[in-house]
């Protein structure tokens, strides 16, 4: 999948004219140096990263006030603090007036039942003052937590940049979570404020969230304030309708308050491997200027683009989504199944709204694929220029299906994650597009792939970052000496973010993230802690112990799928009954991406000496491999069942190469 | 496989995906819009014909997926049975 076939090459005139560019000749004239090559440009990003930002936010000039000096105080990656001397508003440099912006579309909201509502800039900054002033009003100030069960429409955007505008700290989930998932993350932030949909909709059905909110209110005892993102009144919990929230009031005279660089903007959701879901808190200045650089830069945007990123409210891509606002590029927030009411649902959406870079996932476009999709043949995409895909792993594969289903059109898989609320790895519109690979990594980062030694320069590593960048986590949430937040990024490789991924790097300087290295599971794009399903499991009196395990799907080039494997009490079978009141339990109290596609009864899991259980080598196993390191576990044997057993093992080759690479079982495309 | 075996492979296929022990009672009747009831949505469906592909050992032209012929218990059953004794892909 990463034999260097190049699939795409930009228009060297388009290229030239690019924003990449134009912030490469800034550079250039003020560094006195001449750029060759990407990778010489990119070298120049990491080696002199103060320098990079300085000239950046000089080129990108957002809405800040202070000492531009210095750049970044420490050189420590855990602890280093950039801008410590600017103050800014979030909210105000998504939000302020831009030159001939003013009346222009800034945010378009649809959903599958066909409902349109656009907002333009003024107007959206006219109601976000109105509903700042209106929640300072009932209290709520910077540093509190605003937290919200939102759908992805233009009240969930109003809601946020009303939050974030004040100084709160935004959080929100899909609707589509069940209540130990809402629960666990929102109880650790003591909220002082829940915005709430009423109801969503999926493929045709409206789905009322009473019974769930009837549930995570009272469950949430540090709400001072419950608040209707639609037209419900929530059975009563409300104490208001966000569209009724500051009508009347003049939000002219909203202040725009200022606050630190790191001030606390985005608390985000990371389930582990134990424990409960890690409180990723991100701040604003390193968010926004990480968003300006992808944005910009990376993706090309700026006003008169139109950004459509299928996302849920509680996915990073949400908020990456947000972000593009600043870059005055119009956002196209989509809710609802991306197939309803037809399997092309979401690409009328595209070619409806003049979409100009769409981001979707590889699951998306695979369906697509599999469905006979020729979206480029049967609607008008001329205006989209650019297709981003995240999540997961793109395999080689669809690259060639888009070129000729959608288009000649860069398909740009970008990488990173929650963690960064940003890229590591993605786009250019410099740069051709190799099947199967990222164009590129982002722009002063110092991405690492991490080897053994003797390893070949471009083989399998782990996904680390040796510099200091700005949408580092100011921290986690109750951890306030900083010891999880340090076990989970800086512990394993001491001096160096690590990220928990696999990747390669090529001499080009481009890119392959080859899915997730640790016990983290990413199972079509949704990133799942097992922790959380061993908690629902944990009510399972038939069932001893657990290990739940991403494994590559067999039948689906790229994708992944979740194997549970159960160890039963001694007087107790894994039936069919229980298999399907397991899948049940976690569709309902978790979501549906936490129900397994198979469950597999084993008499054994892998155990060190020192009585941990393994899931790295029952992993190993069911891809077919041999675990490195057998002597460290107490039953070797056990692996074997797992790895023929017929519906996990058996199906892999044996001892395949590379760690998480694809391409390793039989292609089902058939068309 | 006859009629009454494809179809318990299926309602076990439809629990063992979506509906997790529930799909009998959810298709509520083999003439029911499965799309109309929320059995499956367009990728649910697609994902079923390939399921069905490798059942049956078929290849699906996705210009037939369509209400016409997969949008219930009892379409879905006709459309195999006749590809089955070699109808039109």
Redesign the interface.
Known sequence: MTDGTVIHRPDPRRAEASRMASFQRLCEERTGRRFASWPEFHRWSVECFRDFWRLFLEWADPAVEGDRHPVCQGDDIETAAFFPGLRLNHAWNLLRPLPGQEEATALVARDETGRRVDWTRRHLRERVAEVALALRARGIGPGDRVVAIARNDEAAVLASLAATALGAVWSSIGPDQGLDAVLSRFRQLDPVALFAAGHRF????RIDLLPLLREVVPALPTLRAVLSLDDSDLGGLAAGRLSDLGQGVDGGSFDWPLFPFSHPLYVMFSSGTTGAPKCIVHGAGGSLLEHLKEHRLHSDMGPGDRLLFTTSAGWMMWNWQVSALASGTTVIAYDG?P??P??D?LWRVVAEEGVTVFGTSPAFLQ?CR???LEPGRTLDLSALRAIQSTGSVLHGDLYPWVREAVGDLPLQSISGGTDILGCFVLGNPMLPVVEGRSQCVSLAMDVRSLKPEGAPEDGVGELVCGNPFPSRPVGFHGDPGGARFHAAYFAQNPGWWTHGDFLRLFPDGSAAVLGRSDGVMNIRGVRIGPAEIYGILRDFQEIRQAMALEQQAP?EPGGTRLVLLVQMQPDRDLDR?LV??I??EL?RRASRVH?PAAVVAVPDLPVTHNGKVSEKAAREAIHGRQPANLQALRNPGCLELLRHHPELGGRFPQASGDAGAQGTHGD?S?? | MDRTELRRRIIDWLDDQYHFGEAEQKIGGDDASFLDRGILDSLGFVALIVWLEDLLHLTIDRKNINRENFDSMNKILDYVQQRLAGGQA
């Open positions: 999926y493929q045709g059905q199944s197939t309803w037809g399997p649902a369906f599999e469905s006979g039948e009954p399907l009141r899948k049940r569709s129900v089902r058939r068309r």
